[in-house]
């Protein structure tokens, strides 16, 4: 069997943590890959659980939560998350649970270059303070990564951090912050041999493990984080970083493979957040905001700061079909439409005279073009019921809210999400 693929279509907050978590239901192994701390919210017997580091596997029993090579960790988020888990009765044993030795560790000092150096992101109006992962990125790629295959040789952790430590320094002391002393040194070691302790149960290589997984037929899930354009490659803005939020980085996954990834489920809400300036061309202003903000819960779990709403944007969705190559779609939120009644959906924009396609528009450009929508009404009328049975009993509002977005992004919608459920598209 092949790899499946689960990705955002949009800026990221698509609710993929119940998606994700539906999904592992028929999963054997679900693998977290190419991504720092993000936020996925997966609601389990009436209990949120907040992951920012653990693939959402490890809320399935059944299932083995991979984190691969290429992905970064902070040691302190970590064990946070594993003793949340421990005391809701769900400690991950060493079947469970696989961390590779290629996993990057982010550090405290990589936040506080991040800071010292001006890259702090604005949210809001507010500063965010960055966590790091830029900055480790660099350290990687000047071949001074700290690797958790590190931990397990003090030697070789000791020249690593002080090799890391010189580096930050020297940027922390052009700007006039505070060093990272010896005794800061000392501490760090420390810290790092107790979360070796906490770790060794879990680490061993991935690539093996999931090569003899496909072989074997076994149903693997690929975590996607953030969502298309919160690319650096797609677009610029102070909610961008440097992952590529693409589904193709699953191609090198070790053990997967480009070979490997068979489908690429890309999701999207049923209407449009995105936090940060820049432009949005299918925003709304007006009491629909707030209503899809209450209902929606529409704030930053990481920033606590309310997101910028719009109409679902189907030229968006094109070109990020185009991005991810994706095959199917999921929508979710679709309770918080039925809510409002009716709503609209962003189906071209217009540029002057020039319409503007979902190949070929410049991200950078779009302060400049204007949406075309349609309305789409009765859409106060869906309910659980309707998600549970056939799409030939659908109401018409329904009917119409699906068709619109599949006949215009050219793919399937195959999941919906309506509240905290997940429906198949039967």
Partial sequence: MSARVCIGGQWGDEAKGNLLAHLA???DYIVRYDSGPGTRTVDRDDVSFRLRVLP???LQPQTTSVISDGAFIEPELLRQELERLSASNLEPTSDSLVIDPGVQIV???????AIASGSVPRVGGREVVPDGVTVAMEYRSSGVGLRVSDLFNLERLKEKVRAQVFRANSVLAA????????KDIEAMLKRLERFASLLKPFVRPSAHLLQEALRSNKNVLCEGSGGA???????EGSEINNFAHRAGVAGLIPGIGCTGVQSIVMVAKSYLTRMGKGPFPSEIQGPEVDVIRRVGVESSTRHSVDRRVGWLDLVMLRRAALLHGATELAITKLDVLAQL???AICVDYRSGEQRVTGASFDMVELDDVSPETQRVSGLSEIQDAHL?????????GLETFIATVENHVGLPVTLIGFGRKIYPVV
């Fill in 56 to 58: 959402t596997g490890v």
């Fill in 341 to 343: 009644g009716d709503a």
């Fill in 25 to 27: 239901h028929d999963a």
């Fill in 388 to 396: 549970k049975s056939s799409r030939a009993q659908w109401p018409k």
């Fill in 107 to 113: 550090m405290p000092y990589h936040k506080a270059v």
């Fill in 175 to 182: 700007f006039g912050k505070n060093v990272v002393s010896g």
């Fill in 229 to 235: 354009f919160i690319d650096r490659d797609i677009h």
